[in-house]
């Protein structure tokens, strides 16, 4: 069965599902990257938010062998728990006031997200573009978040500046940052007696993320945390964006050859960061004369 007729499939399977009150239909959804993902959508004439379940890991199961009802029992089970528990409340999101204290920001490529950021409040940065969401907890999952658009904007009546100032002070709060060695990173702890003082292990790589690891490369931007980079590295430094979720940090050295950083960047997005996870391909390179990063 091909996607498109395995999406129809599931359309129709969960619609018999479910009350008659709950309309089933497919939906395409335009993700970071301008990665486009297929899944279900789910409007209850009851309720003003409309939840989407993605369908590519359900497909991947079935070409795995699993069955077909199985996979239709599993997302109405989902949709289910996403009632029965406690659904975003969507009124509180209509205030600004409700809003502001959750208003955080997140970092994304620029130009694969052109058409994105045409929509949504955003500043740019480097290749990058530094943009904006709501988050908060949501019980069956968690943190969940909402992409702030325009149109919320228009609906609050909020500026873009005072949006990017409510989100500097809240996204260091609620994102706290985790600057760390590679080793550490990797294994849980610090080395022990016998590694790289530098780096703290056999490589002088270190991590910044933040401690959910969801969206932490926007650390970089945290105030102070350039500088806060530069004590750890002992001057300047080179920025391998790995992800959205963090970046390595490199100490400088004359020894280094750029040539081979930036085919170490483009290797780790092209076999080990999904598309919807890549930041750049670029490396970055903090000066203590400008005190500031530089795209190479």
């Known amino acids: 069965m091909e996607f498109r007729e395995f999406i129809l499939a ?21 993700k ?39 996979l239709i029992s599993q997302v109405a089970g989902c949709y289910k ?6 659904a975003p409340q969507v009124e509180h999101f209509l205030q600004y006031e409700t809003v502001k204290k959750t208003v955080v920001y997140k970092l994304v ?17 480097l290749d990058l573009a530094l943009v904006f969401y709501s988050l908060f907890v949501y019980k069956p999952m968690g943190r969940a978040s909402i992409l702030i658009r325009n149109s919320h904007l228009d609906m609050w009546g909020v500026t873009h500046r005072r949006l990017y100032g409510d989100a500097r002070e809240n996204t260091p709060r609620l994102l706290k940052p985790q600057l760390s060695s590679l080793w550490e990173a ?25 401690r959910e690891h969801i969206n932490g490369a926007a650390s970089l931007l945290y105030p102070d945390m350039l500088e806060r980079c530069a004590a750890l590295c002992r001057g300047e430094f080179f920025v ?15 020894r280094i050859e750029m040539g081979k ?11 080990q960061v999904s598309p919807q996870e890549t930041l750049s391909d670029l490396v970055y390179f903090y000066s203590l004369e400008g005190k500031r990063l530089l795209a190479l």
């Open 186 to 210: 990797l294994h849980g702890e610090a080395p022990g007696p016998g590694k790289a003082e530098s780096g703290a292990g056999p490589t002088p790589f270190y991590v910044l993320t933040n």
């Open 240 to 254: 391998l964006p790995s992800s959205v979720h963090e970046v390595l940090l490199l100490p400088y050295s004359r």
């Open 81 to 86: 728990k996403y009632v029965w528990e406690e």
């Open 10 to 30: 599931m359309t129709h399977g969960v619609q018999k599902e479910l009350p008659g009150d709950v309309e089933v239909r497919p939906q395409t959804v335009c």
């Open 32 to 70: 970071n990257n301008g990665v486009m993902l297929q899944g279900l959508l789910f409007q209850k004439e009851s309720q003003k938010s409309a939840p989407t379940i993605y369908l590519e890991a359900y497909y991947q199961a079935y070409l795995e062998g699993a069955d077909l009802c199985d």
């Open 109 to 125: 490529n620029y130009r694969q997200n052109e058409r994105l950021l045409r929509e949504v409040p955003h500043l740019p940065y």
């Open 261 to 271: 950083l930036k085919a170490m960047v483009r290797e780790i997005n092209q076999k």
